[in-house]
Nanobody, 115 residues
Framework: QVQLVESGGGSVHAGGSLRLSCAAS????????MEWYRQAPGKQRELVAT???????NYADSVKGRFTISRDNAQKTVYLQMNSLKPEDTAIYYC?????????WGQGTQVTVSS
């Protein structure tokens, strides 16, 4: 059974950094698009960053220049390096991946940024 397990969330002060990881496990033939979403209290889930199997990346305007998405295909892991964090980045961050043409979600990891 395929699973996505996130780690790396926590609490930081504004201006700080965190690095999120999401590891895929199970029987996997092809690991395609991988993404990070976030959902703040009372708001809809929003797309933060995407990375294709070939390494092409896209970012939400709100995180451009501060966040970097990357992946290690051998380790079946996607990362989100978050720098210059702001209070408005506070949310639950979810990993999303297309594996063998099916979509999977991680359980989410909390990121809290205090001012």
């Amino acid at each position: 059974q395929v699973q996505l397990v996130e780690s790396g969330g926590g609490s930081v002060h504004a201006g700080g950094s965190l690095r999120l990881s999401c590891a895929a496990s199970g029987s996997i033939f092809s690991l395609n698009l991988m993404e990070w979403y976030r959902q703040a209290p009372g708001k809809q889930r929003e797309l933060v960053a995407t990375i294709s199997s070939g390494g092409h990346t896209n970012y939400a305007d709100s995180v451009k220049g501060r966040f970097t998405i990357s992946r290690d295909n051998a380790q079946k892991t996607v990362y989100l390096q978050m720098n210059s964090l702001k209070p408005e980045d506070t949310a639950i961050y979810y990993c999303n991946a297309f594996i063998d043409f099916r979509e999977y979600w991680g359980q989410g990891t909390q990121v809290t940024v205090s001012s």
